[in-house]
């Protein structure tokens, strides 16, 4: 069993940044693929970036040179750094984990664990 739990979602402006952090409960989720998801109301769930060991990241071609996922493997924590924030990324993000290498590693079914989700709300 696997726990996340998320935070550093709010509401900011267009043009603006957050952090996201997900912290996991597991102490050898460096053997994890994990990653960040998100869903706005009357969308499917889509996949924002992931990372495997901390070495290999995909991003979403929607996301790439604004959104940087890393992570802290001493502190199980996995982050995602939003920058140049549009009104088109809000929405509920979600951090996921799957043991092992996902593939293909942006889609959702992948993932088995799950946290709650942390809101982005952009304005323009």
């Known amino acids: 069993q696997v726990q996340l739990v998320e935070s550093g979602g709010g509401s900011v402006q267009a043009g603006g940044s957050l952090r996201l952090s997900c912290v996991a409960s597991?102490?050898?989720?460096?053997?994890?693929?994990m990653g960040w998801f998100r869903q706005a109301p009357g969308k499917e769930r889509e996949g924002v970036a992931t990372?495997?060991?901390?070495?290999?990241?995909w991003y979403a071609d929607s996301v790439k040179g604004r959104f940087t996922i890393s992570r802290d493997n001493a502190k199980n924590t996995l982050y995602l750094q939003l920058n140049s924030l549009k009104p088109e990324d809000t929405a509920m993000y979600y951090c996921a984990a799957a043991p092992g290498l996902v593939r293909p590693p942006l889609s959702p079914s992948g993932y088995g664990y799950w946290g709650q989700g942390t809101q982005v709300t952009v304005s323009s």
């Open positions: 990372s495997y060991t901390g070495a290999l990241k």
């Open positions: 597991r102490d050898d989720y460096i053997t994890y693929s």
